[in-house]
């Protein structure tokens, strides 16, 4: 089965946590798995104003997502960092062009899931995901979120992301933590999780 991560990352956070559930999803057998970045939308100079040139760069060989990759894949991961509890304006832009899909019922019966990265604990990571779920549900996905038989979310002992929803992390407020050994086997966890779903799901049609 095809699984397909299609995220947006402009610091560099949110890709750490793909990389992670790539690394999952792959340990099932017969998952193919593909990562692409959804289109940016700011100009140059904004992302230099923002000092996001060399995380941009450092993705510059991550091929582009189209809707069209979508409806091609057995089941999707979407990873996004959170703009004021939401969705990033980018990953907003890319699933309103999904229009078409929608009319055809083209993801109807696929697992959908979600990640986020957000600059503080409480900075919006479930209702990011949450507001997120809305559009899958539309294209009657079947979601996916982060089980507690990943024990990971139960413990206390450290800050860190990651809920039933999804797995996420904390970027700080200058972005200098990057995911935590946790949060990545949160997105690996993800990842598996993910795969094993639609491995069962595969070739479900509506009609």
Same mark, same amino acid.
């Given at each position: 089965? $095809?699984?397909?991560? %299609?995220?947006?990352?402009?610091?560099?956070?949110?890709?750490?946590?793909?990389?992670? %559930?790539?690394?999952?999803?792959a340990s099932v057998k017969g998952a193919q798995i593909t990562i692409k970045r959804v289109p940016e939308t700011l100009p140059a +100079?904004?992302?230099?104003?923002?000092? %996001? /040139?060399?995380?941009?760069?450092?993705?510059?060989?991550? +091929?582009?997502?189209?809707?069209?990759?979508?409806?091609?894949?057995?089941?999707?991961?979407?990873a996004t960092p959170t703009r004021f509890g939401n969705m990033c304006g980018q990953m907003r832009q890319f699933l309103d062009a999904?229009?078409?899909?929608?009319?055809?019922?083209?993801?109807?019966? $696929?697992?959908?899931? /979600?990640?986020?990265?957000?600059?503080?604990?409480?900075?919006?990571?479930?209702?990011?995901?949450?507001?997120?779920?809305?559009?899958?549900?539309?294209?009657?996905?079947?979601?996916?979120?982060?089980?507690?038989?990943?024990?990971?979310?139960?413990?206390?002992?450290?800050?860190?992301?990651?809920?039933?929803?999804?797995?996420?992390?904390?970027?700080?407020?200058?972005? +200098?933590?990057?995911?935590? $050994?946790?949060?990545?086997?949160?997105?690996?966890?993800?990842?598996?999780? /993910?795969?094993?779903?639609?491995?069962?799901?595969?070739?479900?049609?509506?009609?």
């Amino acid at each position: 089965m $095809k699984i397909l991560i %299609a995220y947006y990352s402009m610091y560099g956070h949110t890709y750490k946590m793909v990389q992670a %559930a790539a690394e999952g999803a792959a340990s099932v057998k017969g998952a193919q798995i593909t990562i692409k970045r959804v289109p940016e939308t700011l100009p140059a +100079e904004v992302l230099k104003a923002m000092g %996001a /040139v060399e995380a941009q760069k450092a993705q510059a060989k991550v +091929e582009l997502c189209s809707v069209d990759d979508l409806a091609a894949a057995d089941a999707v991961i979407f990873a996004t960092p959170t703009r004021f509890g939401n969705m990033c304006g980018q990953m907003r832009q890319f699933l309103d062009a999904t229009g078409a899909l929608w009319m055809k019922g083209a993801l109807a019966g $696929k697992v959908g899931s /979600v990640m986020v990265s957000t600059a503080t604990q409480h900075g919006g990571q479930e209702s990011t995901i949450l507001s997120f779920h809305t559009t899958l549900l539309h294209h009657g996905m079947v979601i996916a979120g982060l089980p507690y038989t990943f024990q990971g979310q139960m413990g206390f002992a450290e800050v860190s992301g990651g809920s039933p929803y999804g797995a996420s992390t904390i970027a700080g407020g200058q972005g +200098e933590r990057m995911p935590s $050994k946790n949060e990545l086997d949160a997105a690996r966890y993800q990842g598996v999780y /993910v795969a094993r779903l639609a491995e069962k799901l595969a070739g479900f049609k509506m009609n």
